[in-house]
């Protein structure tokens, strides 16, 4: 998961984005991923990269 790079809404965050790792998730489920900081539901990622590559995006 270290090759896979995600960005979501954050509120409060700058421009309310966060980026991270995906050997930072700890665990997933049905609706939302779990970090050391917090539970994100998917409907707040707006962007996935792979090795470099963006293989979602979806607008704001």
Not at 6 to 19: C, L, S
Not at 28 to 50: L, N
């Amino acid at each position: 998961m270290a090759s896979v790079v995600i960005h979501y809404v954050h509120r409060g965050a700058p421009q309310d984005t966060k980026i991270i790792s995906g050997k930072d998730i700890m665990e997933t489920d049905a609706s939302f991923f779990t970090t050391s900081e917090s539970s994100v539901p998917y409907h707040r990622i707006f962007k996935i990269e792979y090795l470099g590559r963006v293989i979602f995006e979806r607008g704001r």
